[in-house]
C-alpha cells in the first residue's frame, strides 16, 4: 500500500501534469518539469484512455479512483476556475469498475511518481 497524498495531488486536477519536483532553482526548473513529465507520462496516459473510455476527464479518473479508495477518503483538489470545479465536482458520479480500479493500480505499481508537490523550500514549511 502506498501513502496517500503526493502521487494523488500529482494526478488530480488541473496541475495533472506541472508538477515542478521540488527544484527551487529557477534556472533548472523547466528541465526538471521536463524530466518529471517524461517519467510521469505512462501513468497520464492510461488515465486518458481511462478517461476517454467512461467520457471523462483523466482529472476525473484521478479523482474517482482517490473516492474509490476508502469511503472516508475525500479529495481536496484546488481551482480558481468554476469550470475546473464543476469538473472536479462531477468525478464523484465516475464509478469505476474492479477492472480500471486495478488497471490504475497495476499502472501504478509499475512506477514510482517522479517530482514533489511542492519546492523544496514550501515542502520545509509543510512539516512533514
Known sequence: ?????RRENQLAGTGLMDAIGG???PANREEATSTIRRANRAL???????????????????LAWVLAQKPWMVPIPGTTKVTRLEENVAAASVELSADELGEV???LSKLTVQGNRYPDNLERLTGR
Open 23 to 25: 527544484c527551487s532553482d
Open 1 to 5: 500500500m502506498h501513502r496517500i497524498g
Open 44 to 62: 497520464v496516459d492510461l488515465l486518458a484512455r481511462i478517461a476517454e473510455r467512461k467520457k471523462a476527464t483523466p482529472a476525473q479518473i484521478a
Open 105 to 107: 493500480q497495476d499502472g
